[in-house]
Nanobody
Framework: QVRLVESGGGLVQVGGSLRLSCAAS????????MGWFRQAPGKEREFVAG????????GYVDSVKGRFTISRDNTKNAVYLQMNSLKPEDTAVYYC?????????????????WGQGTQVTVSS
């Protein structure tokens, strides 16, 4: 059984930083894309960041470019999201996502594996 388990969420003030982690088990993701989505109250789940299997292709939603960085450690079967200069509009539940293929997509229906989510709250 494949599991993606997020950690690192919490409450932070505007301008602060958090680092989300996602640990995968049940299969190796070294040859697969991984990423992060988020869902704010009353809104649809949206793509935040994705990273391809080869680690040289990553992408971000425009609203987080220059502030968030996605990375992966295939030796630990994990993906991370470093979030800096956080804003109140970043408040959401953040979900780790995994694809069965090598490349990420920005559509929620492309996801093969989901984590349970971790809450990020940015207070002003």
């Amino acid at each position: 059984q494949v599991r993606l388990v997020e950690s690192g969420g919490g409450l932070v003030q505007v301008g602060g930083s958090l680092r989300l982690s996602c640990a995968a088990s049940g299969r190796t993701f070294s040859k697969n894309a991984m990423g992060w989505f988020r869902q704010a109250p009353g809104k649809e789940r949206e793509f935040v960041a994705g990273i391809s299997w080869s680690d040289d292709n990553s992408g971000y939603v425009d609203s987080v470019k220059g502030r968030f960085t996605i990375s992966r450690d295939n030796t630990k079967n994990a993906v991370y999201l470093q979030m800096n200069s956080l804003k109140p509009e970043d408040t959401a539940v953040y979900y780790c996502a995994g694809w069965a293929g090598r490349f990420y997509f920005r559509f929620t229906d492309s996801i093969d594996y989901w984590g349970q989510g971790t809450q990020v709250t940015v207070s002003s």
